[in-house]
C-alpha cells in the first residue's frame, strides 16, 4: 500500500484568499486524483492530477478555483482559490495504481471564515 | 453518472453482535467494489475489495457479499468492536473508467 502525506492538515482561512495543499506519495503512481468533503456527507470527486498536463475536471469544478499540479508521479498539489465560507470542506487526495484499490491521504480540513 | 448508495444512514450495533451494512448500485457495468471505513479526523481506509467475477470474499473479521443479479452490496462485520466505530462507505468502479464512485456512507455506533 501506498503511504500519503497530505499538508497541512488543516487551516483556517480569511475569505478571499488562496489555499495549497500538498499530496506527496511514497511511492509512484498511475494515477492521483482530488476529492472534497463537505461535513458530513461523502466524497466527491474534483479532479483527476494528471502528470505533466492539465488536470481533468469533474463538472462542477474548474480550473480557475481549483488549480491542480502535478509535475511527476509522486506529487500533486491543489488550490482553493478565491475562498468563501462555502468552501469549507475536507479535501483528500488519493493515489490508485490501474486495477487496483485506491488509497486516501489522512485529508486536509479546511475552516473559512 | 449513475449512484451508488447506501440503505440505511446510521447502524447501531452492540458489542459483539454482527454487523450489516448494505449498498445499493445502479452501473451494471461497475465490475470492482470497495468498502471503506472512515473515522473521525481521519481519511477514508481501504477494507476489503471485490471484482464482479466474486459473489464473497473474506477478510479480517469481514466478509463482502456481491449480488450482481439485484445490484447489491454488503459488509459483515463480525464480533463487532468499539473500534469500528466509524463511517463506511461502498464505492464501485466499472472496468472502462478509473474512477471511483461513492455511496453516501452508514455511520456505525457500537453499544458497549
Known amino acids: 500500500s501506498a503511504v500519503i502525506s497530505q499538508k497541512p492538515s488543516r487551516d483556517i482561512c480569511q475569505r478571499g484568499t488562496s489555499l495549497t495543499i500538498q499530496c506527496q506519495v511514497d511511492s509512484q503512481v498511475t494515477m492521483m486524483f482530488w476529492y472534497r468533503q463537505q461535513p458530513g456527507q461523502s466524497l466527491t470527486l474534483i479532479a483527476t492530477a494528471n502528470q505533466g498536463s492539465e488536470a481533468t475536471y469533474e463538472s462542477g469544478f474548474v480550473i480557475d478555483k481549483f488549480p491542480i499540479s502535478r509535475p511527476n508521479l509522486t506529487f500533486s498539489t491543489l488550490t482553493v482559490s478565491n475562498m468563501s465560507p462555502e468552501d469549507s470542506s475536507i479535501y483528500l487526495c488519493?493515489?490508485?495504481?490501474?486495477?487496483?484499490?485506491?488509497?486516501f491521504g489522512q485529508g486536509t480540513r479546511l475552516t473559512v471564515v | 453518472g449513475e449512484n451508488v448508495g447506501l440503505h440505511l444512514p446510521t447502524l447501531s450495533v452492540q458489542e459483539g453482535d454482527n454487523s450489516i451494512i448494505n449498498c445499493a448500485y445502479s452501473n451494471s457495468a461497475s465490475d470492482y467494489f470497495i468498502w471503506y471505513k472512515q473515522e473521525s479526523g481521519k481519511g477514508p481506509q481501504f477494507i476489503i475489495d471485490?471484482?464482479?467475477?466474486?459473489d464473497k470474499r473474506q477478510g479480517q473479521r469481514v466478509t463482502v457479499l456481491l449480488n450482481k443479479t439485484v445490484k447489491h452490496l454488503s459488509l459483515q462485520i463480525a464480533a463487532t468492536q468499539p473500534g469500528d466505530s466509524a463511517v463506511y462507505f461502498c464505492a464501485e468502479r466499472s472496468g472502462n473508467d478509473y474512477k471511483l464512485s461513492f455511496g453516501a456512507g452508514t455511520t456505525v455506533t457500537v453499544r458497549a
Open positions: 471485490i471484482r464482479s467475477n466474486m
Open positions: 488519493s493515489v490508485e495504481s490501474w486495477g487496483a484499490e485506491a488509497f
